[in-house]
């Protein structure tokens, strides 16, 4: 039987009340296996998602929404690895990575 994580959606509420994705530009990072970028990429413009796992990006990948294809970049790779200016970003994601 599968784990439900956050099945009351306290999570995704307290993500909501404390930032307003609607419309920018969001770099994820620890993404992971997409579990919490799924809560904000519809109000997001575009995603660029990141975690060292490929198999976890791989896992992200397989199970993105067909709705939210155009808008999320997954990438494997360490935020010291990628070469993107800051500017690029209206805001920065990071949970439960270090």
């Known amino acids: 039987m599968p784990v439900l994580l956050d099945p009351e959606d306290t999570e995704t509420k307290a993500l909501h009340d404390y930032v307003d994705f609607s419309g920018k530009r969001v770099l994820e990072i620890g993404c992971g296996d997409g579990r919490l970028t799924w809560r904000y990429a519809d109000r997001a ?9 490929a198999e976890d990006i791989e896992i992200a990948v397989e199970e993105c929404p067909a709705e939210l294809r155009d808008k999320i970049e997954f990438r494997a790779a360490r935020l010291a690895e990628l070469d993107l200016p800051a500017e690029k970003f209206d805001l920065a994601l990071l949970s439960w990575s270090l």
Request: hydrophobic share 55%; net charge neutral; charged share 20%.
């Open 45 to 53: 413009a575009h995603i660029v998602a990141i975690d060292p796992k």
